[in-house]
C-alpha cells in the first residue's frame, strides 16, 4: 500500500471523459511523476488529489484517510500541501511574513496554531520559519518584499511556505513553468535537496521531460484521461506506448 492510493476514479464533465479508472500508488518517501500530453487528465486528477473535485466514483486515500469532500484546510491538516503553477505568495508581504502565513489554520472560525501547535512564542516561530528559509537558500532574502522577486525565487519562497506546515505529501504543478532553463535546474537541485534532508514524498505534474527524468523514481503516462503504463523512468524512455501518446504514432 502506498501513502496515497487512488482506485478507480473516473470524473466526467458534460460528454466529457477526463479520467477513466484511473488507479495509481504513491509509495512513500518516493517521487512520482504524472505526465501525458495536454488534455491528458493530469490537472483533473490533481485537483481530484487535493479534495477540489469529487470524482463520480472511484476513492482517494491518503495516509489511510479519504481526502473527498474534505475542505482545503482539512487536506492540508491531514498532510498535503500543494506548490502551484503559478505561485501563490502575498506579494505585499516580505519573504519571512509569507512564511509565517502558514503557521496558522483556520478552524471552527478563528485562527489557530496548525503546524506548530506546540510553539510557545514568536521567536521560536521565527526560529522554525527562518530555517524553512535557509533551506531553500532564501535567508538573505527574508526582509525582501516578495513582489519584487524573480519566478525561480518566489517559486523557492513558496517551497518554503508549503514546507514550514511539515507536510508528507508535497504535491507539484508544473513546478517550473514559465522557468528559463538555469532557474529549472535550480529548482531541480532543490528539490534534490529537499528530498535528501525530509522524509517527505513527492507527487508531481510536469511538461518538462528533462525535470521528470531528473527527480522521478516512478512514472505514471496519462492519455485521454487513462493510464498507459507506470515503470522507472529507465523503462518510461522508448516505451512504444508513450511514445504513441506523445508523437502519434506506433514505435
Known amino acids: 500500500m502506498g501513502i496515497l492510493e487512488v482506485k478507480g476514479v473516473n470524473k466526467r464533465f458534460g460528454g466529457l471523459q477526463a479520467l477513466g479508472d484511473v488507479n495509481l500508488s504513491v509509495q512513500e518517501n518516493t517521487v512520482h511523476a504524472i505526465i501525458g500530453p495536454n488534455g491528458a487528465g493530469k490537472s483533473t486528477l490533481l485537483n481530484c488529489l487535493v479534495g477540489k473535485l469529487i470524482p463520480d466514483t472511484g476513492s482517494v486515500m491518503f495516509d489511510g484517510q479519504s481526502v473527498l469532500g474534505r ?3 482539512e487536506i492540508n491538516q491531514m498532510g498535503i500541501s500543494r506548490v502551484f503553477q503559478t505561485p501563490e505568495i502575498f506579494g505585499d508581504l516580505t519573504v ?6 502558514p503557521c496558522f489554520a483556520r478552524r471552527d472560525g478563528a485562527f489557530r496554531m496548525h503546524a506548530f501547535e506546540t510553539v510557545a512564542n514568536e521567536a521560536e516561530m521565527i526560529e522554525k520559519a527562518m530555517t524553512m528559509l535557509e533551506d531553500v537558500n532564501m535567508a538573505d532574502k527574508r526582509h525582501m518584499h516578495s513582489a519584487s522577486m524573480s519566478r525561480g525565487d518566489k517559486r523557492r519562497l ?6 514550514v506546515q511539515e507536510p508528507k505529501l508535497l504535491l507539484l504543478d508544473e513546478p517550473t513553468a514559465g522557468m528559463a532553463r538555469a532557474d529549472t535546474n535550480n529548482t531541480i537541485d532543490l528539490l534534490k535537496e529537499i528530498k535528501a534532508k ?3 514524498t513527492m507527487a508531481i505534474i510536469e511538461h518538462d521531460m528533462h525535470v521528470v527524468f531528473s527527480l522521478a523514481d516512478r ?7 487513462t493510464p498507459l503504463v507506470e515503470d522507472t523512468p529507465e523503462n518510461i524512455k522508448g516505451h512504444p506506448k508513450v511514445r504513441e501518446a506523445y508523437l502519434g504514432e506506433s514505435a
Not at 512514472?219 to 484521461?225: D, E, M, Y
Open 158 to 163: 513558496e517551497m518554503a511556505m508549503c514546507l
Open 71 to 73: 475542505k482545503p484546510h
Open 198 to 200: 525530509r522524509d517527505i
Open 219 to 225: 512514472i505514471t503516462v496519462l492519455a485521454q484521461g
Open 96 to 101: 519571512l511574513e509569507n512564511v509565517l502565513i
